[in-house]
Structures are given as structure tokens and as C-alpha cells.
């Protein structure tokens, strides 16, 4: 198996991918996709269905080199046109495994700052509960 449906298999395990138009939409329409994946024998129905979720937001659509089958196979289906990953550091990897993946060059820039925005914001909110935890906040300097 290719590493690229590798990753979408690990994500599938995890529970960080939707699978087939109506829950990628839902997932699209909340903005909790970072990435729509396309079979590359998709109808172009399908292609402009996917293209139409992510229009107007920061969600990227990818048009793979993998056919409807090698998806389905990969996401223990028979076969998968439209996929939607929601783990921004999942969509990352998936896009750096393809084939030819300066080809995405700026998909993957998109992602990997959302990625690194994400990853930050996470560090901050623990950071905050740590605080909370020990009692720590910031005292008022007092009045004289």
C-alpha cells in the first residue's frame, strides 16, 4: 500500500476522516475539514461538489492520483470518491506522502500554517490549565 493511503487508513482508524459526500459535506459546511480528497475517477460532478463545499473558506481540495477503488480499499470500503480529513497534522502528511508533492506546494503551505496555528493554540490551552490547576494567576500590583 502506498504511504499516502496509509495515512488515510491511520485516520480512519482515529476517527480524523469523513468519508463520502453527505458526511464530508456536514464536516465541510462546519468547517472542520482541513482537507477534501477526490478520487482521480471521480465524476466531475463529485469534483465540483467538493470544490463548492471548501469555496469561500480556507479548506483545501485535493484531486489525487488514486482511483476510487485504491481509496475504498484504503478506508476498508469497495469504493471511496470523496473523503474529508479533519486533523490538519494528518492532512500534512497526507499531502507530503503523494507522489509528486511540490506539485501541492501551496496546498501544503495552506495546511501547514493551520497546522502550526492549531498546534499552538492546543499548547496555550494546557499551559492554561496547568495554571488553573496550581493555582497560579497573576496578582494585581497593590494601590498605594
Not at 480524523?16 to 464536516?27: I, M, N, T
Not at 469497495?78 to 506546494?105: G, H, I, R
Request: hydrophobic fraction near 40%.
Amino acid at each position: 500500500m502506498d504511504k499516502a493511503l496509509g495515512y488515510l487508513s491511520l485516520a480512519r482508524k482515529a476517527g480524523r476522516v469523513e468519508l463520502g459526500e453527505e458526511p464530508v459535506g456536514a464536516a465541510a459546511r462546519a468547517h472542520h475539514a482541513r482537507l477534501l480528497v477526490v478520487a482521480c475517477d471521480a465524476s466531475d460532478h463529485t469534483w465540483r461538489r467538493a470544490k463548492s463545499f471548501v469555496q469561500g473558506t480556507d479548506q483545501q481540495c485535493l484531486k489525487v492520483p488514486y482511483t476510487k477503488q485504491e481509496l475504498g480499499q484504503a478506508t476498508g470500503r469497495t469504493e471511496l470518491a470523496l473523503a474529508a480529513l479533519t486533523d490538519p497534522s494528518m492532512a500534512v502528511a497526507f499531502v507530503k506522502a503523494l507522489e509528486n508533492p511540490e506539485k501541492y506546494t501551496e496546498v501544503l503551505e495552506k495546511l501547514t500554517q493551520k497546522a502550526q496555528r492549531i498546534e499552538a493554540r492546543q499548547k496555550e490551552a494546557k499551559a492554561h490549565l496547568k495554571n488553573v490547576k496550581k493555582g497560579q494567576f497573576r496578582r494585581k500590583p497593590k494601590v498605594k
